[in-house]
């Protein structure tokens, strides 16, 4: 089958011919029919590194062909979504729902010294996340799929696993945010989208976005924000303590840098919480006052994968999808061929993409 290698840094993606495995265990056969362009990939490929060479690839989209002899939760001919939470389903924090903190994740993937998933050229190839998803084909472990109705366009589907689940989750199951709630969203982009949108699901009174783009900003109107600041004009953390009345109960950052990240917790009200979801660089953190946050019990809290639990979570996102109150179609910005995703990522530096999907797997 044809997957786009990494064959080391800064070495892009080409088109060769892989070899898959057969399913084994708990393995499943998933044809690739979307395969988002998501920036950890990039980051991966360009200077995070890893072991090359790789397929990487991490929201995908496509129908069973194949099982595992041990696989009981998909059927041949199911609709699925793969998402880049691993959980084995019976350490503690599994069994306490809490699958995007497993403690044994390996569990998911074959063991080192059993024949790989993926090979190329007689070597190994890195199964990037378990899913490896820039590829024809795919052998995913039955715990990272979720299904999806077939009424489902593949495209807007392959967005679920990993900017979906992260943005939505992270207002809905992390932060639990309420109706009549203020929610902040800094950084306009594609995963900052999708938490406007959990915003909107959870009824919350007021929807700020913030980013240093006009454009982004407007797609962020049309999403659903009621206010939108940018922050390179007007100093954000006055027009949302303006804004709020005093401060917001719960500000989300999709940016990752300092100064900002210093921001958020500033725009926070009485009883806030600080979610950190982007990381712009190694150095991403921040100072709190433990003055301010114990007078006003306000808390500053790291977001892995909006909390997700996906056998329940990407089915949810794609009822509210089908029923018209998640807006993904204006995030598939473009669809590309498999040996086409360079320029995906170099269309991706444009504004006014939002997301780069793969959907021509032909060549
Ligand atoms: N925590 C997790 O589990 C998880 C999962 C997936 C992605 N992420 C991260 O989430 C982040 C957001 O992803 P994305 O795909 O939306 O990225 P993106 O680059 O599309 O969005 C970031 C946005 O921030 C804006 N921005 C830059 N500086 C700003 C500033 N000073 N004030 C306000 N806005 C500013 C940019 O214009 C851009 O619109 C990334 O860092 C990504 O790695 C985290
Ligand atoms: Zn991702
Ligand atoms: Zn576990």
Redo the contacts with the bound molecule.
């Keep these: 089958m044809k997957a786009a290698v990494t064959k080391g840094l800064g070495q892009g993606f080409v088109v060769e011919d892989v070899t898959l495995a057969e399913p084994t265990g708990h393995e499943v056969r998933v044809e690739v029919r979307a395969s988002g362009l998501?920036?950890?990939d990039l980051?991966v490929a360009t200077f995070l590194g890893g072991e090359f060479p790789a397929v990487l690839g991490h929201e995908v989209a496509g129908v069973v062909t194949e099982t595992g002899p041990d696989v009981t939760q998909v059927r041949v001919g199911d609709h699925v979504v793969g998402s880049l939470i691993q959980y084995c389903g019976a350490c503690v924090n599994c069994l306490a729902g809490r699958t995007y903190l497993c403690e044994r994740p390996e569990t998911t993937v074959r063991a080192p010294g059993e024949a790989p998933r993926l090979s190329w050229n007689g070597e190994p190839v890195w199964n990037f996340s378990g899913l490896s998803g820039f590829a024809q084909e795919a052998l995913i472990h039955e715990n990272q799929l979720g299904v999806i109705p077939e009424e489902m366009p593949f495209a807007p589907a392959a967005l679920l696993g990993?900017?979906v689940l992260?943005g939505a989750g992270a207002v809905l199951n992390s932060a639990n945010v309420r109706q009549g709630e203020t929610v902040v969203v800094?950084?306009?982009?594609?995963?900052?989208m999708n938490a406007v949108s959990g915003a909107r699901l959870a009824g919350a009174g007021r929807i700020i976005v913030?980013?240093?783009?006009d454009g982004?900003l407007e797609r962020a109107r049309a999403f659903g924000a009621t206010d939108v600041v940018n922050?390179?004009t007007s100093d954000?953390v006055e027009a949302v303590r303006e804004l709020t009345g005093g401060g917001a109960d719960h500000v989300f950052d999709?940016?990752?840098?300092r100064?900002?990240t210093a921001q958020g917790f500033q725009m926070l009200g009485r009883g806030g919480g600080l979610y950190l979801?982007?990381?712009?660089g190694t150095d991403a953190g921040i100072d709190v006052s433990a003055l301010s946050a114990l007078t006003y019990s306000q808390k500053v809290q790291g977001?892995?994968?909006?909390s997700s639990h996906l056998k329940r979570d990407i089915p949810f996102y794609a009822s509210m999808y089908l029923q018209g109150r998640m807006n993904l179609d204006d995030l598939v910005s473009q669809e590309i061929a498999l040996d086409e995703i360079d320029a995906g990522y170099e269309a991706l530096k444009d504004?006014t993409t939002?997301r780069v999907v793969v959907t021509d797997l032909l060549r």
Excluded: L
């Design positions: 998501c920036h950890s980051s990993c900017g992260t800094m950084g306009a982009g594609g995963v900052g913030t980013d240093i783009e982004k922050s390179r954000p999709f940016v990752g840098a100064p900002v979801i982007g990381i712009a977001v892995y994968m909006g504004g939002a």
